[in-house]
């Protein structure tokens, strides 16, 4: 609210919002004084959902959005924060992770920063949660029609590679043509003998648009397609906005000689035997010793917990 002294200053001042974590259940005051809810003014907030709207009307379509300055550089989230702060509400329960982990710099940061201008609930448990931002994964744990994830996105443009030229790749959308992809797929046949790809490996939506599904793995991409939960891709520094709606075709692109596969591993996971998901690897010393882990680290806890039982 603001208020007018008679030395004619002008000052901004709002009551305190409150917060409680379901991991620890403890309850903390943050002092906000000054900041709208979700930091974002209500008319940002207005613009980022009508083209939420457009971009959900048009699966795969890269729409444009008037991207604000938020409080961490361009390359750490911003375009995912932006969709984040306009779609949660009071009643959200908020999930961060970054490369399947809750608790690495990048999930923290976000995390402790929603924690501070919305008061809204965080978890770490995948079940738990209504909004999902990720960086570079997708969840173990299958989502719900209940949920939304949203996807930190640092180059939106799937022909940037092939096609510098942003008015030339807005004409090869249009007019549909993505020859030009296949033939990258090809090359790494020609080269390597299969198709070398292995993250931010392209899809067709929804039978049209050829898009960049972010630097996901290619493992996570069959989870994409048919998902009843919505997907929604923010790029913050290039300010475009695309999506997938719920139980929406997704197919990786191929060739039927060569068809789409995923990655698989020789080795469980060391912590909770996991065989089926997407694993990291760990260096354990100068000896070239190792171990397979699961990037996600809620579904490995779960896994754990489950076999511990």
């Not at 908020?94 to 608790?103: M, N, P, S, T």
């Not at 029609?145 to 942003?166: K, S, Y």
């Amino acid at each position: 609210m603001f208020r007018i002294s008679n030395s004619r200053t002008t000052s901004i001042s709002r009551p305190n919002w409150s917060y409680s974590n379901v991991c620890n259940r403890s309850r903390t005051m943050a002092n906000l004084s000054g900041y709208n809810f979700a930091y974002l003014d209500e008319q940002t907030k207005r613009m980022i959902r009508r083209a939420i709207l457009k971009a959900v009307a048009i699966p795969g379509y890269q729409v444009p959005f008037g991207g604000r300055e938020m409080p961490m550089p361009y390359g750490w989230g911003t375009g995912g924060i932006q969709l984040t702060a306009s779609v949660i509400g009071e009643s959200d329960v908020l999930k961060v992770i970054d490369q399947g982990a809750d608790d690495t710099t990048n999930a923290v940061s976000i995390r402790n920063f929603f924690k501070r201008v919305t008061g809204v609930n965080t978890t770490e448990r995948t079940d738990d949660a209504t909004l999902i931002q990720t960086r570079h994964r997708i969840p173990e744990t299958p989502l719900t029609e209940d949920q939304i994830v949203i996807f930190q996105v640092p180059i939106p443009e799937p022909l940037r590679f092939i096609e510098p030229r942003e008015t030339e790749t807005r004409t090869m959308h249009a007019l549909e043509e993505y020859g030009v992809m296949q033939v990258k797929l090809y090359e790494d046949i020609a080269r390597f003998g299969h198709i070398a790809t292995t993250y931010a490996y392209p899809v067709k939506v929804n039978g049209r648009y050829v898009m960049d599904p972010s630097p996901i793995p290619k493992f996570d991409n069959p989870k994409m397609d048919m998902m009843p939960a919505l997907q929604l891709f923010g790029a913050g520094r290039e300010k475009r906005i695309y999506a997938v709606p719920p139980f929406t075709r997704v197919e990786s692109l191929d060739f039927d000689d060569h068809p789409f596969t995923v990655q698989q591993w020789d080795e469980p996971c060391a912590i909770c035997g996991s065989t089926h998901s997407y694993l990291d690897e760990v260096v354990l010393d100068d000896a070239g010793n190792r171990m397979f882990v699961c990037s996600d680290t809620d579904y490995c806890r779960q896994q754990s917990e489950a076999k511990s039982q």
